[in-house]
């Protein structure tokens, strides 16, 4: 599976954006999907998950009520939407597959896309 994470950019305190990250490959619909960032100086850090049939998601206290992923198998895609949006959510947001039924084993990953925040 190869992904492809797009729609990083400037946003503004209280703004929105959305995520997206393609997949290469027909697996994708068996696969949890998930999100994650990572902060300048920091280490990486969960965002969420969705399983493989969008029926189930899981998020990190930080972004509950704030940010929603979503999928769309037809089209290979994930999203993660992003509203109310603060300076600390300024990272490289990563997309990653979950092959392992589940278990939290993330073996694919995209490239990342930026997100900066401003005040």
């Known amino acids: 599976v190869q992904l492809q994470a797009s729609g990083g950019g400037l946003a503004q305190a209280g703004g929105s954006l959305r995520l997206s990250c393609a997949a290469s490959?027909?697996?994708?619909?068996?696969?949890?999907m998930g999100w994650f960032r990572q902060a300048p100086g920091k280490e990486r850090e969960f965002v969420g998950v969705i399983s493989w049939s969008g029926g189930r998601t899981h998020y990190a206290d930080f972004v509950k009520g704030r940010f929603t992923i979503s999928r769309d198998n037809a089209m290979n895609t994930v999203y993660l939407q992003m509203n109310s949006l603060k300076p600390e959510d300024t990272a490289v947001y990563y997309c990653s597959a979950d092959p392992s039924g589940g278990l939290g084993q993330y073996a694919y990953w995209g490239q990342g896309t930026l997100v900066t925040v401003s005040s």
């Open positions: 490959g027909r697996a994708f619909s068996r696969y949890d």
